[in-house]
């Protein structure tokens, strides 16, 4: 009886460990990216231009509320958020001119260990 109680005990050791690490390698956030380096010689590296980041006193959901017009067209998960890009389209009645905007968002998640209880967001307009 002994001896069957330590190999049930050993297998659930083993299936605790291969769970772990199951969850581990597919939960853990993607470091790599596949972006080539800057100043690195291809033909098919983009130029590293300049890029404002003007912040904005609306929340994300002030402006995706109301009609404002703007749409999510990317997502990012973070370790301590998601990152959203909305993007604002309208055709203006002059000359049927079409404009454009792209925001940036940062949605917090709350953490109670740091003192943060409620969901924040930031929000940055692109050049």
């Not at 990216?33 to 690195?40: A, M, P, R």
């Not at 389209?89 to 917090?108: G, P, S």
């Not at 109670?112 to 967001?121: C, L, N, R, V």
Request: hydrophobic content about 40%.
């Amino acid at each position: 009886m002994p001896k069957q109680f330590a190999i049930l005990i050993a297998t659930v050791f083993i299936l605790f460990i291969v769970c772990f690490i199951t969850l581990y390698i597919l939960l853990k956030p993607a470091v790599e990216d596949h972006l080539l380096e800057v100043g690195s010689q291809s033909a098919y590296n983009a130029l590293a231009i300049k890029t404002k980041f003007v912040p904005i006193k609306s929340s994300m959901s002030e402006l995706m509320e109301g009609g404002n017009g703007y749409k999510v067209t990317s997502t990012n998960k973070t370790s301590t958020g998601l990152i959203f890009t909305l993007e604002w389209n309208a055709i203006t009645q002059e000359y049927y001119k079409k404009e454009r905007d792209n925001v940036l968002c940062i949605l917090t998640f709350p953490n109670p260990q740091k003192g943060q209880y409620e969901a924040t967001s930031r929000c940055w307009r692109l050049n």
